[in-house]
């Protein structure tokens, strides 16, 4: 399977406290992106990177990129209590024919 | 939001009974897809389409099928529905520009029990 693998599965914080998010994959990509989740609901693309992009920020979002070992890593800054969510990489690989596939995703708490 | 819309949004049908899932954008994209969300899964391939009456198989396509007769509207069909098809079913909406696919918008979901 191509399927990435966060890491960790589950992570607890203080509010603003900073949060980082982990993602692994096997294959070479075209690109990596982070979507989150709230309970209940779609998922909503947070960012994207190329694989010849090495880092990308928007707003308190930073997400780095390392092909070289296969993983991406996302970092929340300040974290408030709304970015309590589920957090998913989704990997586009070369050759998949327009389909991402997503890891089982992060369970974030933000404690106010 | 994205212009994309689920119907049914809940349904509850009985093992052996067809199911069909209807997938509804108004964005023009052409790229088109049906995932599952499942405890200790995360979001599974079923079907996509990358075009009109353009369909393929994802991860997960047995017991499932797919017809895209429109741009807009994107069908999935549960020929035979059995209970490990209960599911979150979300459906979602992409483009391609270049080298790779871009981000996707993804439609509310659709709760289906199979009892």
């Known amino acids: 399977s191509q399927q990435g693998e966060e890491d960790p599965q589950a992570l607890s914080i203080q509010e603003g406290e900073n949060a980082t998010m982990n993602c692994s994959y096997k294959?070479?990509?075209?690109?990596l992106q982070w979507y989150r989740q709230n309970s209940g609901r779609g998922l909503v693309h947070l960012i994207l990177?190329?694989?010849?992009?090495r880092e990308k920020h928007s707003g308190r979002l930073r997400v780095t990129l390392d092909t070289s070992k296969k993983s991406s890593s996302l970092l929340i800054t300040a974290s408030r209590a709304a970015d309590t969510a589920s957090y998913f990489c989704?990997?586009?690989?070369?050759?998949?024919?327009?389909?991402?596939?997503f890891g089982k995703g992060i369970t974030l708490s933000v404690r106010p | 939001d994205a212009g994309i819309t689920q119907s049914p949004r809940h349904k509850v049908t009985e093992t052996g009974t067809p199911v069909t899932l209807r997938c509804h954008q108004t964005?023009?994209?052409?790229?088109m897809y049906w995932y599952r969300q499942d405890p200790g899964h995360g979001l599974r391939l079923i079907h996509y389409?990358?075009?009109?009456?353009?369909?393929d198989k994802g991860e997960v396509s047995d017991g499932y099928s797919v017809s895209r007769s429109k741009t807009e509207d994107f069908l999935l069909t549960l020929e035979s529905a059995t209970s490990s098809q209960t599911s979150v079913y979300f459906c979602?909406?992409?483009?391609?520009?270049?080298?790779?696919?871009?981000?996707?918008?993804f439609g509310p979901g659709t709760r289906l029990t199979v009892t």
């Open positions: 979602a909406i992409s483009e391609s520009y270049g080298v790779g696919i871009q981000e996707q918008y």
């Open positions: 294959t070479s990509i075209n690109n």
């Open positions: 990177i190329r694989s010849n992009e």
């Open positions: 989704a990997t586009d690989h070369t050759g998949a024919n327009s389909k991402l596939t």
């Open positions: 964005e023009n994209h052409r790229y």
């Open positions: 389409s990358y075009g009109v009456k353009d369909t």
